[in-house]
Nanobody, 119 residues
Framework: QPQLVESGGGLVQAGGSLRLSCAASGRLFAINTMGWYRQAPGKQRELVVTITSGGSTNYADSVKGRFTISRDNAANTLYLQMNNLKPEDTALYYC?????????????WGQGTLVTVSS
C-alpha cells in the first residue's frame, strides 16, 4: 500500500524558516497532484499549496511569497520551503498525493508533521 511520510517540522521563532519533506513509498506507478495542507488547533484543515506532475502550482493567499513548493519526481518526494514564518502558520502540516497504484487511483495522506512558530 502506498504511503506518505513527512519530516522537517519543529519549533521556530517568527521570521525563521523550515523545510518540510514528504516521501512517497510503496507499490505505485505514478503520482499526479501533490500538496500540503495544514490544520491549526480548533480549525478545519486548509489548503496550503498544490503542485501538479507538470509543475503547476496553486498557493493559498496567506502563504504566497513566503512558501515554495517543489517536487523531485524521480525520488517521489515533495518539499515545502517555508520562510518568514508567522505565529499563525502554527499547525499540523499534512502531505497529500493523488496517485496510481496496483489498486487503482488513490488519494493518500501522510500522518502530519507539527510546525510551531513562536512570537
Amino acid at each position: 500500500q502506498p504511503q506518505l511520510v513527512e519530516s522537517g517540522g519543529g519549533l521556530v521563532q517568527a521570521g525563521g524558516s523550515l523545510r518540510l519533506s514528504c516521501a512517497a513509498s510503496g507499490r505505485l506507478f505514478a503520482i499526479n497532484t501533490m500538496g500540503w495542507y495544514r490544520q491549526a488547533p480548533g480549525k478545519q484543515r486548509e489548503l496550503v499549496v498544490t503542485i501538479t506532475s507538470g509543475g503547476s502550482t496553486n498557493y493559498a493567499d496567506s502563504v504566497k511569497g513566503r512558501f515554495t513548493i517543489s517536487r523531485d519526481n524521480a525520488a517521489n518526494t515533495l518539499y515545502l520551503q517555508m520562510n518568514n514564518l508567522k505565529p499563525e502558520d502554527t499547525a499540523l502540516y499534512y502531505c497529500n498525493a493523488h496517485l496510481k497504484s496496483w489498486a487503482g487511483n488513490l488519494e493518500v495522506w501522510g500522518q502530519g508533521t507539527l510546525v510551531t512558530v513562536s512570537s
